[in-house]
């Protein structure tokens, strides 16, 4: 059998000294060198460092607005005694359409496509546009009558496009209204 060299604890025995022997100098050879910062590669001429210029804008879609609530474009009625041939362009577009058709846009708001646009016009043109729903009075008499609606210019301006078959029509701007946002307001 063989003898193990370990003691009762399992450890071997090393004959140390209770303190630790003095310490031996190095060589003293060459000193070290600094390591340098490492250069950049540089491209090759004629060739530009594509990352080292700042990233192009990301382009956001343009807003889409499929609806509007009543109270927040100030849509409201207004009756056409108020209304005068020599009107000038004031801050509002104005809607003419059916009485039933003004009430339900002034109880639920006005629902927007770019397939069907809302027809829009300034103060001048609502006679016109007047007259020429009137001429129908029968399909007119079974909705109501003819409303007007007026809602704040600012609030729909960059959701509009011209409409130049009525402008031509009419001879006052006209407008559609079509819930798609331009990057410049007409």
Not at 13 to 23: F, K, V
Not at 88 to 114: E, H, K, W
Not at 134 to 163: H, K, P, Q, T, Y
Request: charged share 25%.
């Amino acid at each position: 059998m063989t003898r193990s060299r370990r003691n009762e604890t399992g450890e071997l025995p090393l004959d140390l000294p209770l303190s630790h022997p003095p310490a031996v100098p190095r060589d003293t050879g060459p000193a070290p060198t600094k390591r340098k910062a490492r250069q950049p590669n540089t491209p090759p001429a004629g060739q530009e460092d594509l990352f080292a210029r700042p990233l192009p804008p990301v382009a956001t879609p343009p807003r889409r607005v499929t609806h509007l609530d009543a109270a927040e474009v100030g849509l409201s009625f207004v009756p056409l005694r108020q209304f005068g041939p020599a009107d000038a362009a004031d801050g509002f577009f104005y809607i003419v359409t059916t009485a039933r058709q003004a009430d339900s846009m002034l109880a639920n708001g006005i629902d927007i496509s770019p397939r069907a646009p809302m027809p829009l016009t300034e103060r001048p043109g609502v006679m016109a546009w007047y007259t020429d729903l009137s001429e129908d009075m029968d399909a007119i008499a079974d909705e109501g009558g003819v409303a007007i609606l007026r809602l704040r210019r600012f609030m729909v301006n960059d959701l509009v496009e011209n409409d130049p078959d009525h402008t031509r029509a009419y001879g006052v701007p006209c407008y559609f209204l079509t819930g798609v946002a331009r990057s410049a307001p007409i």
